[in-house]
């Protein structure tokens, strides 16, 4: 089952399993064990899940564990998030609440059902339009 939907996973990207292992640092022995009925330890596992924005559960049985996203004192670059898919579009951003906009709300949707390239792509164009109004 792993090395099926790792290989479907790459397809999607327009990559191979042996590209994806090397970016990885992993040696490409591994993806001939895959090949062969041999699955990830947990930490590889996890990288290659990261990699294609995907769960460790959903790379190693092609299902997804039902699950509700939260956020619990995440910090990034010194802002703490709390909240969840459950609170109708509120967070609590160091401490203040903040509803989130239709807008940002269709934003968030669409960076999460992007794969990494596409993810940084967005981005990418995101800090330009907010360098140009910078400026």
């Known amino acids: 089952m792993f090395f099926t939907k790792f290989k479907e996973l790459c397809s999607k990207m327009n990559t191979t399993p042996t590209a994806v292992v090397k970016e990885l640092g992993y040696s490409t022995n591994k993806v001939t064990a895959w090949k062969h009925g041999s699955i990830?330890?947990?930490e590889v596992a996890?990288?290659?899940?990261?990699y294609f924005n995907v769960s460790t559960d959903y790379l190693l049985t092609g299902e997804e564990k039902a699950?509700?996203?939260?956020?619990?004192?995440?910090?990034?670059?010194?802002?703490i998030v709390q909240g969840n898919n459950a609170n109708n579009g509120t967070l609590t951003v160091n401490g203040?609440?903040?509803?989130?906009?239709a807008e940002t709300l269709e934003l968030i949707r669409v960076f999460d059902s992007l794969d990494v390239k596409g993810r940084h792509?967005?981005?990418?164009?995101?800090?330009?339009?907010?360098?140009?109004?910078?400026?």
């Open 96 to 101: 203040g609440q903040h509803t989130l906009s």
């Open 121 to 135: 792509k967005l981005l990418d164009v995101a800090f330009k339009l907010e360098e140009e109004k910078n400026n």
């Open 46 to 50: 996890a990288k290659i899940a990261q």
């Open 40 to 42: 990830p330890n947990l």
């Open 67 to 79: 699950h509700t996203n939260t956020f619990n004192n995440h910090a990034v670059n010194g802002t």
